[in-house]
């Protein structure tokens, strides 16, 4: 690999949201949240499993909860028509998961207070070739904004390179 050639692959953040890694709200340690095990071939759309059923589950003290989808109303966000719906659709974004609410698992203040956060070891990867590359190219082909074009300015400041290196092996340590 390049060491320093980097060119965005165009992904969106919901391809990171098939297992988010938060903290437990029994225990404090690391859980899941996923798509429950029986849905997740069952959606053609990235927005089907979004609004799909989904699990957390806590490896360490066998903590478990459900969610399910919330029907829509107005004013409640974006909507999903579908059989049983419409759905509200989850916001992706943030240091929390966007269906329990909870704090991610993979987050650390860097770089003046700012929070680093990363949904799985995926999103972390992802971030990584990123931060570390000295060129960073366009994807291909071009479209509405992905992943990487959405960070913040201070994720993509050549001074903040060598901080957030740190608190991504951080991470990665921990995940
Ligand atoms: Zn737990």
């Known amino acids: 690999m390049s060491e ?5 692959p165009g992904v969106r953040l919901w391809h990171f949201a098939r297992e988010i890694l938060v903290r437990c709200p029994r225990c404090d340690g690391r859980a899941a949240v996923t798509i429950r095990p029986a849905d997740r071939d069952a959606h053609r759309y990235a927005v089907g499993w979004l609004t799909a ?10 903590h478990a909860a459900e969610w399910a989808p919330r029907e829509w109303r107005s004013g409640l966000g974006d909507a999903y028509f579908t059989s049983g719906g419409p759905f509200v659709v989850p916001r992706l974004g943030g240091p929390y998961d966007p269906y329990f609410g909870l704090p991610l ?4 203040r860097c770089c003046g207070g700012r929070t680093l956060w990363a949904y799985n070891v995926a999103h972390l ?3 990584e070739g990123y931060v570390g590359a000295r060129l960073r190219e366009r994807p291909v082909p071009a479209g509405s904004q992905t992943l990487l074009e959405r960070l913040p300015g201070w994720m993509k400041a050549a001074g903040n390179r060598d901080e957030l290196l740190a608190a991504i ?6 995940a």
């Open 105 to 108: 698992w993979l987050r650390r």
């Open 125 to 127: 990867d992802l971030l």
């Open 169 to 174: 092996s951080v991470l990665r340590a921990s």
């Open 4 to 8: 320093s050639r980097f060119r965005d």
């Open 53 to 62: 059923p989904h699990r957390l589950t806590c490896g360490g003290c066998g």
